[in-house]
Nanobody, 117 residues
Framework: QVQLVESGGGLVQAGGSLRLSCAAS????????MAWYRQAPGKEREFVAR????????YYADSVKGRFTISKDTAKNTVHLQMNSLKPDDTAVYYC??????????WGQGTQVTVSS
């Protein structure tokens, strides 16, 4: 099994930046990709960004393209989400998600990001 722990959430003013981190432990050799999702109050969880463990491909939701950057440190089994030019609409609980080959996919516990106007 893989375990995920997120960190880096908090309160920031509109236009500010935050950097989220997600550290994976356990059977990390099985990870094929990691992603960030978010869920705002009263809304469904939505995709934010994804990176594959091998190669350099990254994918972003249209709503965050040009503002958010996902990066990885495979040696430390960590993925980061650099969030710039934050907007109040970015307020949500952000979840890390690991896709593993031959093992159940795993969610982190979530970290709150609040952007004030």
């Amino acid at each position: 099994q893989v375990q995920l722990v997120e960190s880096g959430g908090g309160l920031v003013q509109a236009g500010g930046s935050l950097r989220l981190s997600c550290a994976a432990s356990g059977l990390t050799f099985s990870i094929s990709s990691m992603a960030w999702y978010r869920q705002a109050p009263g809304k469904e969880r939505e995709f934010v960004a994804r990176t594959f463990w091998s190669g350099s491909s990254t994918y972003y939701a249209d709503s965050v393209k040009g503002r958010f950057t996902i990066s990885k440190d495979t040696a430390k089994n960590t993925v980061h989400l650099q969030m710039n030019s934050l907007k109040p609409d970015d307020t949500a609980v952000y979840y890390c998600y690991a896709v593993s080959a031959n093992l159940p996919n795993v969610w982190g516990q979530g970290t709150q990001v609040t952007v004030s106007s």
